[in-house]
């Protein structure tokens, strides 16, 4: 039976509680590729995916800053088993925003019921990433018919339900929940990367998939005006690059305390005594807690757009958000990279012994911080701090 969460401390305790759990065997997971199924499965009986439903439909609604906890906890565990979830948050939240009350109804009873969403919405060898060719067409019986090819997958295949962006005949954007085990859904763990090896973010196959009305959310109304879908999306990807930085500190800590050597001219029986080596964790720690801070920030200003505005968000209230959130993860993404490479030059030689495999650290930065550019958010941050440019609304930042 699937717990429900009833608010945001229990919230960030079920997650302290599985993060403890999960990184006994995260290690390992990424060495075999061994797929964290079962672990997903405790998220969904423990409420955890559940704690952004609404409170009108029995769920506890908790605060952005609280799920980019929750985000940072996981990821600090595991960058895997944090990404996988990362879409289901976000169509959840699609769903909120543009969904009618009988979608509501019913997608969040699932999701308190413990299914998942995964998510079918990258595009391989188009122009660039918003360009989806992906169709949602009339069916002659009624509904739609659903026809493409979606790479990156990120959760699809562990998803009861999987959202895929798609167009309709006049260009404009959807989001067709779709069945994973529907007629002509194809879900194919085909994800080669270097890094979240075990995301199997695959390829997703759509054949003349049927569709009905009541699964498709008008997802082009989200941009008409003032948004917070973007801020939201990237605010959970920082979390996930700030989480990683922080695993990969916490494990370099304790590989210097217990199994590196001092240099010889430093005159010290332990690693941990070296003025060096002491002197660069403490920058490298001084560049988690800053990310970690900028995330609180970020997460804080979403939450005060959200909460302060109600129904009446604003440009200037949605542009501070994303702002925000873009500080957040333009700094975070390069110590997250830093910080995974930084754990062998503290722990020295045998820190690159591959059966540690302290390189899962730097492989799954360096993999999740690809997923969208930070010198953009840069240009972004910029516009806004001279010239008072609002952020533009495409979901991104």
């Keep these: 039976m699937t717990h429900v969460i009833a608010d945001d401390a229990e919230a960030l305790a079920t997650a302290r509680e599985l993060a403890g759990e999960f990184a006994a065997e995260a290690a390992a997971r990424d060495a075999e590729r061994r797929l964290p199924e079962p672990e997903l499965d405790r998220l969904s009986a423990r409420g955890l995916l559940a704690i952004t439903v609404p409170r009108a439909h029995g769920g506890a609604d908790v605060s952005a800053r609280t799920v980019a906890e929750v985000f940072r906890l996981l990821a600090a565990a595991d960058p895997n088993i944090a990404q996988i979830p990362q879409s289901h948050f976000v169509y959840v939240n699609v769903l909120k925003q543009q969904g009618t009350p009988e979608q509501h109804k019913f997608f969040f009873g699932e999701v308190l019921n413990g299914r998942r969403f995964g998510n079918a919405q990258s595009e391989a060898g188009t122009k660039h990433v918003q360009d989806y060719r992906t169709a949602l067409v009339p069916a002659p019986g009624g509904g739609f018919l659903l026809n493409g ?21 006049d260009q404009t954007l959807h989001v067709a929940y779709v069945p994973r085990d529907a007629p002509g859904v194809t879900v194919e763990d085909d994800w080669d990367g270097m890094g979240q090896r075990t995301t199997a973010s695959g390829t997703v ?36 690059d700030v989480g990683i930085a922080g695993g990969a500190l916490e494990e370099a800590v304790t590989f210097v305390r217990t199994k590196a050597r001092p240099w010889f001219e430093s005159g010290q029986e332990r690693a941990s005594d070296d003025p060096l080596v002491i002197q660069r964790a403490g920058e490298l720690a001084v560049k988690v807690r800053a990310a970690e801070a900028l995330l609180v920030a970020a997460a804080t200003a979403v939450d005060a757009a959200l909460h302060t505005t109600g129904d009446d968000l604003t440009d200037e209230s949605a542009a501070a958000a994303s702002i925000a959130v873009a500080t957040a993860k333009a700094f975070a993404d390069p110590v997250a990279v830093e910080l995974g490479n930084a754990i062998f030059e503290l722990g020295g030689t045998r820190s690159s012994l591959h059966g540690l495999n302290l390189h899962r650290h730097w492989r799954n930065a360096r993999t999740h911080t690809l997923h969208d550019p930070a010198r953009w958010k840069i240009q972004h941050i910029g516009r806004y701090v001279l010239n008072g440019q609002f952020p533009p609304r495409h979901g991104l930042l």
Excluded: C
């Design 149 to 169: 090819t979606k790479h990156y997958s990120t959760g699809a295949l562990f998803a009861h339900w999987i959202p895929v962006l798609a167009r309709r005949e």
């Design 205 to 240: 196959r759509l054949e003349d998939v049927a569709v009905p009305d009541d699964r498709v959310v008008p997802h082009h109304l989200t941009f008409t005006g003032p948004q917070l879908h973007g801020a939201f999306a990237q605010l959970l990807h920082a979390a996930i």
